[in-house]
């Protein structure tokens, strides 16, 4: 499993991600997706509208280089952030419903594990996934 529990539990309570692509020329794009933690095959799924004919898909299937962020605040009073980062290889799935697949490589996470902790005084979390 890519994920631990608290990663997917984390991701199931959120919404909305950011994937960074690398286009063909080297620029790179970052866009909100929605996304879906698969368990049969321990990836994040992102779907979207005309998801075949957008950038990010053809960066995708051009390269397979991407990052995936879900961040969020639950506190801003006291300052309270918590961050999962993965990084890892795309797979641009073309079918009925096209979807971009996210294979963890390196997984980067804090805040998720440590609700009443200062933001400065986070553990970072880092780990490399075996391909």
Known sequence: MALNSVEI???????LGRLATVQPDGTLQVSPVG???NEETSTIDIRGFRMAA???FRNV???????FVVDD?????????RCL?????GEAVDGPEPIIRVHPRRVIAFGLDEPDSDA????????????
């Open 85 to 89: 980062e993965i990084r890892g290889v």
């Open 73 to 81: 605040l639950p506190s801003t009073d006291p300052w309270r952030v």
């Open 9 to 15: 539990e984390y991701l199931a309570g959120q919404r």
């Open 120 to 131: 400065h005084s986070l553990t970072v979390h880092k780990r490399d996934i075996p391909a």
């Open 61 to 67: 299937a051009a390269n397979g280089r991407v990052a």
């Open 35 to 37: 996304f879906h933690y």
């Open 54 to 56: 957008s950038r990010k």
